[in-house]
T-cell receptor, first 120, second 111 residues
Framework: GAGVSQSPRYKVAKRGQDVALRCDPI?????LFWYQQALGQGPEFLTY????????KSGLPSDRFFAERPEGSVSTLKIQRTQQEDSAVYLC??????????????????FGAGSRLTVL | AQRVTQPEKLLSVFKGAPVELKCNYS??????LFWYVQYSRQRLQLLLR??SRESIKGFTADLNKGETSFHLKKPFAQEEDSAMYYC?????????????FGAGTRLFVKA
């Protein structure tokens, strides 16, 4: 596609409900990132995929958060038993090349519009 | 640990005035520094990165390793520069796959 597509754009959930957020990256982009952005804060790293492999999930705040990218393209971020503190904008970003410490300049992120989650 | 600090949450300047958005970072190794911008109702997007050493929309940023700073500067601010600006860092120690963002600075350029 022309850009990174995220759905839904807005989601209201009752506390305790499960939610699933979808990210469709730019075709051919190897790397995919999820970020959480609370109101008035910068994006906070959640997890990173290289193709279908989840190489870093150190930013996932609890075991209620789960992400997958089974075929190396579309990714889903799932939040189980949502809590009010999960309310945030969830951003997906993709980049063309795989990341490595020597891969200077290859890690420019293209962001989606985000999914705004409100937990009541 | 990697960290990006943007000390100003809000910066307000008059049109035509110089602007400097501050960014300091902590790192281990050789980081790559970026500025991302989010205009009203638009997506977060790359403004510039230090390895390119280029000027984008009149903005420049110099990496000062001694002061661990990457301040964003523009000599004459325009109203269309009003936006949210995020300094970001990637690379270094074990954080090579992550891009870490600062909390952001909202720039407001007054007519």
């Amino acid at each position: 596609g022309a850009g990174v597509s995220q759905s839904p754009r807005y989601k209201v959930a009752k506390r305790g409900q499960d939610v699933a957020l979808r990210c469709d990256p730019i075709s051919g982009h190897v790397s995919l990132f999820w970020y959480q952005q609370a109101l008035g804060q910068g994006p906070e790293f959640l997890t990173y995929f290289q193709n279908e492999a989840q190489l870093d999930k150190s930013g996932l705040p609890s075991d209620r958060f789960f992400a997958e990218r089974p075929e190396g393209s579309v990714s889903t971020l799932k939040i189980q038993r949502t809590q009010q503190e999960d309310s945030a904008v969830y951003l997906c970003a993709s980049s063309l090349l795989p990341r490595s410490l020597s891969d200077s300049g290859a890690n420019v992120l293209t962001f989606g519009a985000g999914s705004r989650l409100t937990v009541l | 640990a990697q960290r990006v600090t943007q000390p100003e949450k809000l910066l307000s300047v008059f049109k035509g005035a110089p602007v400097e958005l501050k960014c300091n970072y902590s790192y281990s190794g050789s980081p790559e520094l970026f500025w991302y911008v989010q205009y009203s109702r638009q997506r977060l997007q790359l403004l510039l990165r230090h390895i390119s050493r280029e000027s984008i929309k009149g903005f420049t940023a110099d990496l000062n390793k001694g002061e661990t700073s990457f301040h964003l500067k523009k000599p004459f601010a325009q109203e269309e520069d009003s936006a949210m600006y995020y300094c970001a860092l990637s690379g270094g120690d074990s954080g090579g796959f992550k891009t870490i963002f600062g909390a952001g600075t909202r720039l407001f350029v007054k007519a």
